[in-house]
């Protein structure tokens, strides 16, 4: 070996121990203060059939066994199962074998509905179950018992329940469970067939024409389900059921199985619906309109109810693009949704275009308090009070402050810090709430069986299995102090998505978990200065929850989720090696490419947080079309808060206020936990353009 090469080695080695000791002296003390709690990703996985809960050879059969059921190889895995001594590592397999194999027995699966009744995926198991016993029946008497401390979870088990309670000679009881099982149930066209034969006698021609509509609803995919039914409804509603399937499905003779309908039912709802969405696609929005707003009345069908909708939803935007207010707004009420994300989008668009388009703040009142009392989680309920807040100060209430204030609680979230920013200079400062260390819980968490089962999976490398339980058990725990441990045992494993997923249920709580929701990335903190970290932190959070090796059904990859196209264009415009299976397989090599392409976007358009964030989700082509349609929220003149909300898809309107809410709480993370609430800032990079 030469003296050059001698002296490059030394080099090498020296720059080695000079960044060893830069971390020690630097990262370290940092992580030791802000950054507590949780360790920084480790991407090293576990070795090969190590484990440090059980002995190397009952690992390598948990192994086999796991790879056994994913595979379909029920010898290997029952095999397995007589090689393991651990009783976790059985219930294991046991489990697994429940969800997959086809031709488990009933005392098997039992078992698992019995003894592992806590466990992830129960609902699937019992189903199989509930589809075991209707063909191979236990005694009536011993199926009451079986279901006394169970509701039946698919049709074929309320079929079953029916059957035995009509042989008790309980007729009231068995008419309810059928009807639960044939007019509200998934069936196979064998099942159905097989159940109207064994019931027939007991069904009405209502309930062939609530099975029907039930099937329609379902989706062209059942459809042939419905043909059998036909015969056995009253004409009036057999003539709707065979107008609706036609023009769903855009069958031959639409107008002449219209013309049928007697008068009565020819402004049937779902009809109606169905006749608005052919026109909407096959002639336009304009020709449709007539028929979507005859629709005043809530279907009774629940599904109907939210595709109901998501149809009307489309016409909502269009008008909003229009500047047609008015009829946006008669389109939103009477939606006929109680509870979930699209009661709340459906009340609060109603909400909002009564008081920022129709200046009607009464109307928007009764909206916005009717979102506030139907949802739960912090995101929900610090718009709902935010807007009220708004509402209040357009009628002049003392209350508006109130609003503000309790809206601002939720420090983590858009509208509760947009809520803080109208209070004063005190309450403008963001500072996160320390993080239980649940040292008091340890013992607790870690005797659940269900954890020593993670902790085998987490072992394996095995993360489906594992993040099916981090995501039901942080639905179960009611102590935020249990998901903070569950978040931590993610991160031990670098299963980072269950880690932030554990993290985000504690709203159920309105509680914050700081550093389990929202981590220090090594990968990010490593990029240039000249990059806004804090932001790469935001964008990546929403678009992965920081997970590296995850490969959306849009086709964009890694922890930044950049589709190869523009992962590409932007390697070549950096002049970096494009390589799209590192996006992937490295978390620094994504954060580096997505970072300059979050840099190029922030270029384009001024500086501005709300457009790049927008460009990033939903491309840079329709933001300038959004720009067009409702203005620059660049400019003064522009109300950027509505301009989030006219954003017409409502995946990137939430994904530019989870991203917004983001970057305040990362600045405060890379800041000892605190900073200055800068939202309005943020979104109001509209100083730099002239009108």
Same mark, same amino acid.
């Given at each position: ?22 971390y020690?002296?630097?990262f ?29 050879s ?31 590592? $059985?219930d294991?397999?046991y ?6 194999s ?6 098997d699966?039992n ?5 592992l009744?806590?466990?992830? $995926?129960?609902?699937?198991?019992q !189903? ?15 199926v ?14 309320r ?5 035995a ?11 309810y ?7 509200e ?19 009405t ?7 029907? *509509?039930h ?11 419905i043909d ?15 107008? $609706? ?15 049928? @309908?007697?008068?009565d ?39 109907g ?39 709340? =989008? ?47 100060e ?5 209350? !508006? ?8 609680y939720?420090?983590n ?28 819980l ?6 659940d069986?269900?954890?020593k ?5 987490? =072992? ?12 039901h ?16 045992l993610?991160v ?7 880690s932030?997923?554990?993290?985000k ?33 935001a ?5 992965? =929850?920081? =997970?590296y090796?995850?490969?959306s ?32 397989? *490295?978390?620094e ?5 997505? !970072? ?7 270029? $384009? ?18 933001v300038?079309?959004?720009?067009q ?11 950027? @808060? ?20 983001n ?7 890379r800041?000892?936990?605190q ?11 509209n ?5």
């Amino acid at each position: 070996m030469n003296i050059i090469n001698t002296n490059k080695l030394f080099l090498k080695k020296i720059l080695k121990i000079c960044k060893i000791i830069i971390y020690i002296n630097f990262f370290i003390p940092l992580y030791n203060s802000a950054y507590a709690y949780i360790p920084l990703p480790n991407l090293k996985a576990a070795p090969k059939n190590t484990s440090f809960i059980i002995s190397d050879s009952q690992s390598t059969y948990l192994r086999k066994g796991i790879r056994a059921a994913k595979k379909g190889n029920w010898t290997v895995l029952n095999n397995s199962i007589e090689n393991l001594d651990d009783a976790a590592s $059985r219930d294991l397999l046991y489990w697994a074998r429940a969800i997959k194999s086809p031709n488990v027995s009933f005392k098997d699966i039992n078992y698992v509905l019995e003894a592992l009744h806590n466990w992830p $995926r129960a609902i699937t198991i019992q !189903a199989k179950a509930e589809r075991i016993l209707f063909d191979d029946p236990l005694k009536h008497i011993e199926v009451l018992s079986w279901f006394e401390s169970k509701i039946p979870v698919s049709g074929e088990g309320r079929a079953v329940l029916a059957r035995a309670y009509y042989n008790i000679g309980d007729t009231k009881k068995g008419d309810y469970w059928l009807r639960k099982a044939w007019n509200e149930s998934k069936l196979t066209g064998y099942r159905q067939k097989e159940l109207y034969f064994e019931f027939k006698d007991k069904l009405t021609e209502n309930d062939h024409y609530l099975r029907a *509509d039930h099937l329609l609803w379902q989706g062209k995919f059942h459809y042939s389900k419905i043909d059998p039914l036909l015969n056995y409804m009253n004409e009036d509603k057999r003539t709707l059921i065979i107008a $609706r399937m036609k023009v769903s499905s855009n069958r031959s003779g639409i107008d002449k199985a219209i013309n049928k @309908i007697p008068e009565d039912l020819i402004n049937d709802a779902s009809l109606n619906y169905e006749r608005s969405k052919w026109r909407r696609i096959k002639k336009s929005k304009n020709y449709a309109l007539p028929l979507i707003k005859e629709i005043n009345i809530p279907v009774e069908n629940p599904m109907g109810r939210q595709l109901m909708w998501l149809e009307k939803r489309i016409y909502v935007r269009w008008l909003i693009e229009e500047k047609r207010y008015d009829e946006a707004y008669k389109i939103c009420i009477n939606h006929g949704l109680e509870s979930g994300a699209r009661f709340a =989008e459906a009340e609060f668009t109603a909400g909002w275009l009564a008081l920022t388009k129709l200046n009607n703040p009464l109307s928007a009142k009764k909206h916005f308090k009717t979102l506030n009392d139907g949802v739960s989680l912090s995101v929900s309920s610090s718009r709902a009070l935010y807007w009220l807040g708004r509402t209040s100060e357009e009628l002049n209430e003392e209350s !508006a402050n109130d609003y503000f204030m309790q809206a601002s609680y939720f420090t983590n979230t858009f509208y509760g810090q947009l809520s803080s920013s109208k209070l004063t200079k005190e309450l403008t400062k963001i500072v996160l709430p320390p993080e239980d260390d649940a040292i008091d819980l340890e013992k607790i968490f870690f005797q659940d069986p269900r954890i020593k089962a993670m902790k085998l999976l987490g =072992e394996l490398g095995e993360e489906e299995f594992f993040t099916s339980f981090s995501f039901h058990m942080d639905d179960q725990f009611n102590d935020e102090r249990l998901l903070t441990l569950l978040s931590r045992l993610s991160v031990k494993y670098d299963y980072m998505r269950p880690s932030i997923r554990a993290a985000k249920q504690a709203s159920r709580f309105k509680k914050m978990l700081t550093v389990s929701g929202y981590p220090i990335i090594n990968e990010i903190e490593m990029l240039p200065a000249e990059f806004d970290i804090p932001f790469v932190y935001a964008i990546a959070r929403q678009e992965s =929850e920081f =997970e590296y090796n995850v490969v959306s059904t849009a086709k964009a990859y890694g922890m930044m989720q950049m589709i190869d196209s523009t992962a590409r264009e932007t390697a070549k415009k950096h002049n970096i090696n494009y390589s799209k299976s590192k996006l992937i397989a *490295d978390r620094e090599y994504s954060a580096k490419l997505g !970072a300059l392409h979050l840099n190029d976007l922030l270029e $384009r358009f001024d500086g501005s947080y709300i457009l790049a964030a927008s460009a990033y989700n939903a491309g840079a082509h329709r933001v300038r079309q959004w720009i067009q349609n409702y203005g620059d929220p660049r400019l003064i003149k522009v109300d950027t @808060i509505d301009w989030i909300e006219s954003i017409p898809f409502s995946e990137t309107r939430n994904y530019v206020q989870r991203v917004l809410e983001n970057l305040q709480i990362y600045r405060a993370r890379r800041n000892n936990n605190q900073f200055v609430n800068e939202i309005t800032k943020d979104i109001n990079i509209n100083n730099i353009l002239s009108n």
